[in-house]
């Protein structure tokens, strides 16, 4: 069973504050992803955390 990984939008902006500007989202491209802006990010969202997407929580 494949584990489900989550990150909070706190530990979002504990990144960016460390100085983390851009983030990998998942889209319907064919690489599967987009570099986009860290103050874009929402709830919702699936970024790229060590090399698995992790999708963003309250």
């Known amino acids: ?8 939008m ?8 460390k100085g983390v500007s851009t983030f990998s989202k998942k889209d319907n491209s ?3 992803c987009k570099c986009v802006s860290a103050s874009t990010i929402k ?9 698995y997407f992790t999708t963003v929580i309250d």
């Not at 069973?1 to 909070?8: G, L, N």
């Not at 709830?43 to 090399?51: L, W, Y």
């Open 30 to 32: 064919p690489r599967g």
């Open 1 to 8: 069973m494949a584990k489900i990984r989550t990150i909070t």
């Open 43 to 51: 709830p919702g969202d699936k970024i790229v955390i060590d090399n």
């Open 10 to 17: 706190k530990e979002v902006q504990d990144l960016i504050n």
